[in-house]
């Protein structure tokens, strides 16, 4: 059970993410010791760390390799070719992304930034976090990447077409962005069922709890 989230009684590992997000106090690596990394799953549209400013990773210990881990695993599962802490429930600057679903072609990015974004083209893009949802999105054809790896070792990559997309989309996932906020008017509409469907699953599955009882009337 999680210090900061005593306002529920029960809180999942992709809960805890959200209650540690929205607590006023707390500290980043305390996230990754007092959460089980095993049970994270793919937080879905639209729960509210999906819209989080992401925090930096300032140790890098068994537990973070263990959650890059888990995170590849679970981008495999979905055939994704990206996931970032905030939809995986964690408000961390963390990304895994692999272009080619190839075994050994995993990879991660820790507090990353984005350099020398150059050209531009237009392409479309799906989420792992907002199903049946699909946007074309204007990125830089080419990008530096600059990050460090689960050691904590920094390195430098240069990356075009897909792989750039990729860092751009997620490295958008850090600073709370997503594909929505490049819908074009007709997308808009066009997806409006889709996204009416997954805030109702949402809501069936985080039902608001009950306000507390009134203790006493105010003076
Ligand atoms: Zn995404």
Same mark, same amino acid.
């Given at each position: 059970?999680?210090? +900061?989230? @005593?306002? &529920? +009684?029960?809180? @999942?590992?992709? /809960?805890? $993410?959200l209650c540690l997000g929205e607590a006023a106090l707390w500290k980043v690596q305390d996230v990754l010791d007092q959460i089980d990394? /095993?049970?994270? &799953?793919?937080?879905?549209?639209?729960?509210p760390i999906l819209r989080k400013k992401c925090e930096p990773i300032t140790t890098f210990d068994a537990s973070l390799g263990q959650l890059v881990c888990k995170m590849c695993e679970l981008m495999?599962?979905?055939?994704? &070719? $990206?996931?970032?802490?905030?939809?995986?429930?964690?408000?961390?600057?963390?990304?895994?992304?692999?272009?080619?679903g190839a075994p050994d072609g995993d990879r991660v990015s820790i507090n990353p930034a984005l350099k020398d974004l150059q050209g531009q083209v237009e392409a479309e893009e799906g989420c792992l976090s907002i199903p049946d949802v699909h946007v074309r999105v204007k990125r830089a054809s080419t990008a530096k990447l600059v990050a460090? !790896?689960? +050691?904590?070792?920094?390195? /430098?990559?240069?990356? /075009? !077409?897909?792989?750039?997309?990729?860092?751009?989309?997620?490295? !958008?996932?850090?600073? $709370?962005?997503?594909?929505? !906020?490049?819908?074009?008017p007709g997308e808009e509409i066009a997806h409006r069922r889709a996204l009416k469907e997954l805030t109702a699953e949402y809501k069936k599955s985080h039902p608001k709890k009950k306000a507390s009882p009134s203790r006493g009337r105010r003076r």
């Open positions: 059970m999680l210090a +900061s989230c @005593t306002t &529920v +009684s029960t809180c @999942t590992a992709s /809960e805890a $993410g990394i /095993e049970s994270l &799953v793919i937080v879905k549209y639209p729960a495999h599962a979905q055939n994704g &070719v $990206g996931l970032a802490g905030p939809q995986v429930g964690l408000p961390l600057r963390i990304f895994v992304w692999n272009p080619t460090f !790896d689960a +050691s904590g070792a920094q390195y /430098e990559i240069v990356g /075009e !077409d897909l792989m750039a997309r990729i860092w751009q989309h997620e490295n !958008d996932h850090l600073n $709370g962005q997503l594909i929505l !906020d490049y819908q074009s």
